[in-house]
């Protein structure tokens, strides 16, 4: 198992990664995981890290319960359904006024279901893989924020993503559940390389279960992400994203080598599809 230790901030001078149409697929292993709060701390490092000319969006996917926008503190003037009616017809200024300015975070764009969650009776997950190319089309990377039902809908977005950042904590049900996900990515034939396991919440009492979470998942690497419950509910109570909040703290350390690591997924995932590109133009032109 390849654990990933929290890294220094990078210096302002430090080359950034370009990256275009990426999709991160952030997904909890059970319910109250934390999964929300890290792809909005997740999605406010990458906004940080890429370039001012690249943004970097949040697309909330939980219909019933978009809880981004709230910890965002962010009223949205237009929402994901207006995309999801227009999906056939979707136009780049219709996609640019659904992403919505985060006040705290200038490059980053947050695009969420109604917060009434009306879009859970009127929508499903299906229609979002319509509307999808055209979001990511404008957007350096998209983090997804996923809901938790496995079905075919959640297959198919899990099929797009280049990276899906699965979060599990040190307790026995998320141990379990997050044994049953890796069993559903093995039985989807995805590779190792496009898993990664963000342990989140560590460094509670529970020393036991923590040595058992790091030793049950040798085949993936291991993101260890801080137990850090009062700094971030007094960043959600302001609606700013703890790592813009405490920049220098444990947490957000731990989200850049998190963001670090995803990044790094993504330029290797393109290398690949660019050389697979090639090889299939070249053999065609032998041909």
Known sequence: MKVLMPLSPPKETAARAVMHNALVGILGSK???GATTLAV?????????????????????NFQQPDAALQLDCRPEHSL???LIRAHTLEPQIVDACKNVVDSCQNLRLITAALDGSAATRHDKGELLTCLPAITSSSSVTVLDLPRTLDKSLVMLLDLCQVIVLVVEPNISSIAATRRWLEAFNDLEYPAGKIILAANR?????RLLETQLSSSFSLYPVVRIPNAFKSIEASQIEGIPSVCRNPRDPYAKSVLALSQETLLRLKVEAAEAGYQSHTARTTGEAR
């Not at 560590?202 to 529970?206: C, D, H, R, Y």
Request: glycine share 10%.
């Open 81 to 83: 359904t207006e995309l």
């Open 31 to 33: 319910g109250g995981a």
């Open 41 to 61: 701390n997740l999605s406010a490092t990458l906004a940080r890290l890429l370039p001012d000319e690249n943004p970097v969006s949040l697309l909330d996917a």
């Open 202 to 206: 560590l460094g509670s009492k529970a």
